[in-house]
């Protein structure tokens, strides 16, 4: 069942359509990665969800909320870089944002007592916020996000400002999350999506390019790829830049680098022939050549347009 | 509404904390006290100084109890209003730019309640501090210069604590239209004067002016600074404008909200 | 007028004084334990204490910084 339905959502600022034209819909139990490189208008689309930014137009549906009510009670949210009054306490703060969301002054002090602990900063709990450091006001952003217990936890790059200690315990405790509610997270690193996720959008300057199921999207787009990889000398890489320039049909090159190259190919028989058959001519100093699948970073990067 | 206690209490928490509690009512107390000090003492601060030959000094006039008030109420119109403005700046700028606004309004919070909890934390700052430093300075004025009526003190508090209600609702709407605090605080000021001296000095009368405040909270105490005007008009377009205020106030969050 | 004794001049001025010194201690005080400020630590004492009223004001305006 649909928890959220997006359709046709625009938002132009000026001359520049930073969403332009974006549908999916978020089922009820599901993590969906909404992946892009920067600027592809994932922040912009989420925070028309929240209900910061207005759409130009277009349409966001929440199950069981009438169309124009307010449905912020059922979303919890967490910035990209979350803010906070520094002259609060980690407890207090978690409170006020109880309180705001309907909980009785009883409650939100049982919630926050539990988050803090599930979070992780429960000793840091007393302390003003002003001395927190990033990875602990992420958590907190963590916990005010699911004071309410929505139901859906909406969060915007959430470990990307980390470092990788912090990163590694934020995707558990989000792993762990994903069980109890449905998730919506954005990301630029295809890896985090992979990890967590059932679903993905693949946004690229304003669009959808990509969505369904990770499964749906492995399988479907499954073509086999060759890595080439020469040690990288004067003459391989003169070789590799002339060859790269005339192959051969049924070839195609997806990602380079200075000595290597992935190739995708229609027919893999007859690429591995063509392959073997011109490097011997030119005598390449072939380091490694590996005959595989595409994996999703090719689907990613060609979806997102990088050579 | 139990949503809006909640923004209140948290804005009042932050009155504290900042100290803006204490240091605002000191302040004007300060203030208010020392308009008839420096008034009682002026001839005895002149004759010490020796500037003036003595026979000058003594023919100065000592001012009466009405005066010294009316005098209090320009300090608190001045350096008061600076400090009210300036402690008031960042009130939804500051909020905005550090992204503390946008962690509540995706909360089911509504703008209006968001910028009226401010509102009346304003209020409530500005009307304390003016109280502590006006009942200051009438007793003072009392002691050392002899009784007011009053009825004029009451309705001087009154109309220039509306005065400090508007300009305060300036500062919270200008903090809101502008990313800069020195910018809010300078254009409720400027606006501020700039209604206050065409109040007193265009020719023809604005009965409408929330400028002539000032001049009707002073106007009751001492009956030379009175344009002898009705005050009900300038009341009614004065309570007016601030709701109107507040009402642009909040729909300026509206899709400006910074991240 | 009437005129005043100094005793009770004394005693006009000394809340006033008592204000003025409960300000200044108040801003001292939130100068020692505040983690950062702006501008160093010493310049903002030294206004505090010579700047009386306008000094103690002016730090908390301008002197702390809260994120």
Same mark, same amino acid.
């Given at each position: 069942?649909?928890?959220?339905?997006?359709?046709?959502?625009?938002?132009?600022?000026?001359?520049?359509?930073?969403?332009?034209?974006?549908?999916?819909?978020?089922?009820?139990?599901?993590?969906?990665?909404?992946?892009?490189?920067?600027?592809?208008?994932?922040?912009?689309?989420?925070?028309?969800?929240?209900?910061?930014?207005?759409?130009?137009?277009?349409?966001?549906?929440?199950?069981?909320?009438?169309?124009?009510?307010?449905?912020?009670?059922?979303?919890?949210?967490?910035?990209?870089?979350?803010?906070?009054?520094?002259?609060?306490?980690?407890?207090?703060?978690?409170?006020?944002?109880?309180?705001?969301?309907?909980?009785?002054?009883?409650?939100?002090?049982?919630?926050?007592?539990?988050?803090?602990?599930?979070?992780?900063?429960?000793?840091?709990?007393?302390?003003?916020?002003?001395?927190?450091?990033?990875?602990?006001?992420?958590?907190?952003?963590?916990?005010?996000?699911?004071?309410?217990?929505?139901?859906?936890?909406?969060?915007?790059?959430?470990?990307?400002?980390?470092?990788?200690?912090?990163?590694?315990?934020?995707?558990?405790?989000?792993?762990?999350?994903?069980?109890?509610?449905?998730?919506?997270?954005?990301?630029?690193?295809?890896?985090?999506?992979?990890?967590?996720?059932?679903?993905?959008?693949?946004?690229?300057?304003?669009?959808?390019?990509?969505?369904?199921?990770?499964?749906?999207?492995?399988?479907?787009?499954?073509?086999?790829?060759?890595?080439?990889?020469?040690?990288?000398?004067?003459?391989?890489?003169?070789?590799?830049?002339?060859?790269?320039?005339?192959?051969?049909?049924?070839?195609?090159?997806?990602?380079?680098?200075?000595?290597?190259?992935?190739?995708?190919?229609?027919?893999?028989?007859?690429?591995?022939?063509?392959?073997?058959?011109?490097?011997?001519?030119?005598?390449?100093?072939?380091?490694?050549?590996?005959?595989?699948?595409?994996?999703?970073?090719?689907?990613?990067?060609?979806?997102?347009?990088?050579? | 509404?139990?949503?809006?206690?909640?923004?209140?209490?948290?804005?009042?928490?932050?009155?504290?904390?900042?100290?803006?509690?204490?240091?605002?009512?000191?302040?004007?107390?300060?203030?208010?006290?020392?308009?008839?000090?420096?008034?009682?003492?002026?001839?005895?601060?002149?004759?010490?100084?020796?500037?003036?030959?003595?026979?000058?000094?003594?023919?100065?006039?000592?001012?009466?109890?009405?005066?010294?008030?009316?005098?209090?109420?320009?300090?608190?119109?001045?350096?008061?209003?600076?400090?009210?403005?300036?402690?008031?700046?960042?009130?939804?700028?500051?909020?905005?730019?550090?992204?503390?606004?946008?962690?509540?309004?995706?909360?089911?919070?509504?703008?209006?309640?968001?910028?009226?909890?401010?509102?009346?934390?304003?209020?409530?700052?500005?009307?304390?501090?003016?109280?502590?430093?006006?009942?200051?300075?009438?007793?003072?004025?009392?002691?050392?210069?002899?009784?007011?009526?009053?009825?004029?003190?009451?309705?001087?508090?009154?109309?220039?604590?509306?005065?400090?209600?508007?300009?305060?609702?300036?500062?919270?709407?200008?903090?809101?239209?502008? /990313?800069?605090?020195?910018?809010? +605080?300078?254009?409720?000021? =400027?606006? *501020? %004067?700039? @209604?206050?001296? #065409? !109040?007193? &000095? $265009?020719?023809?009368?604005?009965?409408?002016?929330?400028?002539?405040?000032?001049?009707?909270?002073?106007?009751?105490?001492?009956?030379?600074?009175?344009?002898?005007? /009705?005050?009900?008009?300038?009341? +009614?377009?004065?309570?007016? =404008?601030? *709701? %109107?205020? @507040?009402?642009? #106030? !909040?729909? &300026? $969050?509206?899709?400006?909200?910074?991240? | 007028?009437?005129?005043?004794?100094?005793?009770?001049?004394?005693?006009?001025?000394?809340?006033?004084?008592?204000?003025?010194?409960?300000?200044?201690?108040?801003?001292?005080?939130?100068?020692?334990?505040?983690?950062?400020?702006?501008?160093?630590?010493?310049?903002?004492?030294?206004?505090?204490?010579?700047?009386?009223?306008?000094?103690?004001?002016?730090?908390?305006?301008?002197?702390?910084?809260?994120?």
């Amino acid at each position: 069942m649909a928890l959220l339905t997006v359709e046709r959502l625009v938002k132009t600022f000026g001359d520049v359509r930073a969403v332009d034209g974006v549908g999916f819909q978020v089922d009820e139990g599901r993590c969906i990665a909404l992946l892009g490189p920067n600027g592809a208008g994932k922040t912009t689309t989420i925070r028309m969800l929240t209900g910061l930014l207005r759409p130009t137009s277009g349409e966001i549906r929440m199950e069981g909320v009438a169309p124009g009510q307010d449905y912020r009670g059922w979303i919890g949210y967490l910035p990209q870089s979350p803010a906070f009054y520094g002259w609060m306490t980690g407890r207090e703060y978690l409170i006020h944002a109880g309180r705001l969301c309907g909980l009785s002054a009883k409650e939100a002090a049982r919630r926050s007592s539990e988050l803090l602990e599930r979070v992780g900063i429960g000793a840091a709990g007393k302390r003003r916020i002003a001395g927190y450091s990033g990875g602990m006001k992420q958590r907190l952003g963590l916990a005010q996000a699911l004071i309410h217990r929505p139901k859906l936890l909406v969060l915007d790059e959430p470990v990307s400002a980390l470092d990788p200690i912090g990163r590694r315990e934020v995707m558990s405790l989000l792993g762990e999350l994903k069980a109890e509610t449905t998730v919506l997270f954005s990301t630029h690193v295809l890896h985090d999506a992979e990890e967590l996720c059932d679903d993905v959008l693949i946004m690229r300057s304003g669009r959808i390019a990509v969505g369904g199921p990770l499964e749906r999207i492995r399988e479907q787009d499954r073509k086999p790829v060759l890595t080439l990889e020469t040690e990288g000398d004067a003459g391989s890489r003169s070789w590799l830049e002339g060859w790269l320039r005339r192959l051969p049909d049924g070839i195609e090159a997806s990602s380079r680098t200075a000595s290597g190259v992935r190739l995708a190919a229609r027919d893999l028989d007859a690429a591995r022939s063509a392959v073997l058959r011109e490097l011997a001519e030119a005598d390449v100093r072939v380091a490694k050549l590996e005959i595989g699948q595409t994996t999703l970073e090719d689907l990613f990067m060609k979806a997102v347009g990088n050579p | 509404m139990r949503t809006w206690l909640v923004l209140f209490r948290k804005e009042w928490l932050e009155l504290l904390r900042s100290y803006r509690l204490i240091w605002l009512p000191i302040s004007f107390l300060v203030l208010g006290v020392s308009q008839p000090i420096t008034a009682y003492f002026l001839p005895d601060i002149l004759a010490s100084s020796g500037g003036l030959p003595e026979d000058v000094v003594r023919s100065i006039p000592l001012p009466n109890a009405s005066e010294v008030m009316a005098g209090s109420l320009q300090q608190f119109g001045t350096i008061g209003l600076l400090l009210l403005a300036l402690s008031s700046m960042g009130a939804v700028s500051n909020e905005r730019a550090s992204g503390t606004a946008a962690m509540i309004l995706v909360k089911p919070v509504s703008y209006l309640s968001f910028i009226t909890a401010k509102w009346a934390s304003i209020l409530a700052i500005s009307w304390l501090s003016f109280a502590a430093g006006y009942v200051a300075s009438w007793y003072y004025t009392v002691t050392l210069f002899g009784s007011v009526g009053g009825p004029s003190v009451i309705a001087g508090l009154l109309y220039f604590g509306l005065w400090l209600s508007f300009v305060g609702t300036l500062a919270l709407l200008f903090s809101s239209l502008l /990313s800069s605090p020195a910018a809010a +605080a300078f254009g409720s000021l =400027a606006l *501020a %004067a700039l @209604l206050q001296v #065409a !109040a007193s &000095s $265009l020719p023809f009368e604005q009965p409408w002016n929330p400028g002539r405040l000032s001049q009707l909270a002073a106007g009751g105490l001492d009956a030379a600074l009175s344009d002898g005007g /009705s005050a009900w008009l300038t009341v +009614a377009v004065t309570a007016t =404008a601030i *709701a %109107a205020a @507040l009402y642009l #106030a !909040a729909r &300026s $969050l509206q899709g400006h909200s910074r991240s | 007028m009437e005129n005043i004794s100094d005793s009770q001049l004394l005693s006009l001025l000394i809340p006033v004084i008592v204000a003025e010194l409960v300000l200044m201690v108040t801003a001292l005080v939130v100068l020692v334990r505040a983690e950062r400020t702006r501008g160093p630590k010493y310049m903002w004492a030294l206004i505090i204490l010579l700047g009386n009223l306008l000094g103690s004001i002016a730090f908390f305006i301008f002197g702390r910084r809260s994120d």
